[in-house]
């Protein structure tokens, strides 16, 4: 039977915006996000942003490892993933004495109103948690080859460690090997690319950061310095938006580090945002190229047509656009 020409238009109007919508859908990213949590809190601001994603249904929280080796890092991470009702994400930490002090705000994961822990949480210490490059293996192995992003955004420790990981039961690859296969992207906030700056995140474990840079083998982005400074969190936010409970892990996170009128820069958040969502305008990359660091942390750029790296760069006309994506995805609330 044939149809008639209004019925076929009228079919062609209707299943036509549905096969488009389907086509634009995408798979959820397989993140790992790497941290030195405690030591500032943009950390903080952007494990909230990737619950918002994770509850948009644009990534998927594969695991949190820590570069920052102090028992109440753990503990912070479990409370702030159980407050977006997702205290079962596994977390990894590193042994290295490295940055080995509390800080300013994971003192939150102890902290009682009334005999109870204000922010729920089953991980009491970090000492408790297992080791960062076992996590990072076993997350590796379960997820789909060349699907996974990974945020890093503090020291290289953890990446580096897995880079030199030899098979174990989990895998019969080495963590090179796991990293060539499993890996897509890795999301880097480091280093510094319009001035000589001698960049945190490189300078506290140099070694490892250099391993890094060497040996990395899949494509790697770089928010450098000047990105997340140029890219200040107002503090209005913290006052405003995150009110809808009586006790918000980010916002008191934000007060106890420094405590507004106090816009914070961004860095982390960036790497998340272009880990996630690299193909929604937020950013200009560099041409392609080899990073390169010398002894003293200091990071330089050399194009090269077929280069590994690349690096963020931000438009004066979208850093409006972009900080509203970094406000908003930071205090949306959690999914019920």
């Known amino acids: 039977m044939r149809l008639s020409l209004f019925a076929f238009l009228v079919s062609v109007c209707v299943v036509t915006p549905t096969l488009a919508l389907a086509q634009q859908r995408h798979d959820p990213v397989p993140l790992i996000f790497d941290t030195d949590i405690g030591n500032d809190v943009d950390d903080v601001l952007a494990l909230g942003m990737i619950h918002a994603l994770q509850s948009r249904g644009e990534c998927e929280l594969l695991a949190v490892t820590i570069t920052k080796d102090h028992e109440l890092a753990a503990p912070f991470v479990d ?6 009702g997702r205290g079962d994400i596994p977390i990894g930490v590193c042994r290295s004495g490295v940055t080995n002090t509390a800080g300013r705000f994971n003192v939150l994961a102890s902290q009682q109103d009334n005999g109870k822990l204000r922010y729920p949480h089953d991980l009491a210490s970090g000492n408790d948690a297992p080791d960062a490059v076992a996590v990072l ?14 945020a890093q955004v503090g020291f290289s420790t953890n990446l580096a460690n897995l880079l030199s990981s030899k098979a174990d039961d989990v895998s019969p690859l080495s963590g090179a090997e796991l990293v060539q296969q499993k890996v897509r992207l890795l999301s880097i906030m480091a280093g510094a690319f319009t001035d000589s700056h001698k960049e945190y995140n490189l ?12 040996d990395w083998p899949t494509p790697i982005v770089w928010s450098g310095y000047a990105v997340g400074k140029s890219l200040l969190y107002p503090h209005q936010s913290i006052l405003t938006d995150y009110g809808y409970v009586d006790h918000h892990p980010l916002a008191e996170a934000y007060i106890l580090y420094q405590p507004p009128p106090h816009d914070r820069p961004t ?50 006309d979208l850093r409006p656009k972009v900080l509203e994506a970094l406000q908003l995805l930071s205090s949306q609330p959690p999914s019920k």
Request: aromatic fraction near 10%.
């Open 79 to 84: 409370a702030v993933n159980t407050f977006y």
């Open 137 to 150: 293996r076993k997350s590796l192995v379960d997820a789909d080859d060349g699907s996974v992003v990974i």
């Open 203 to 214: 300078i506290k474990d140099i070694p490892s950061a250099k391993k890094i840079v060497n």
């Open 267 to 316: 860095w982390d958040l960036t790497s998340v945002l272009y880990g996630v969502r690299p193909n929604h305008g937020y950013f200009e990359l560099s041409e392609p190229g080899k990073v390169q660091m010398a002894d003293d942390g200091v990071t330089t750029f050399d194009a090269a047509a077929n280069g590994r790296d690349r690096y963020i760069l931000v438009r004066e």
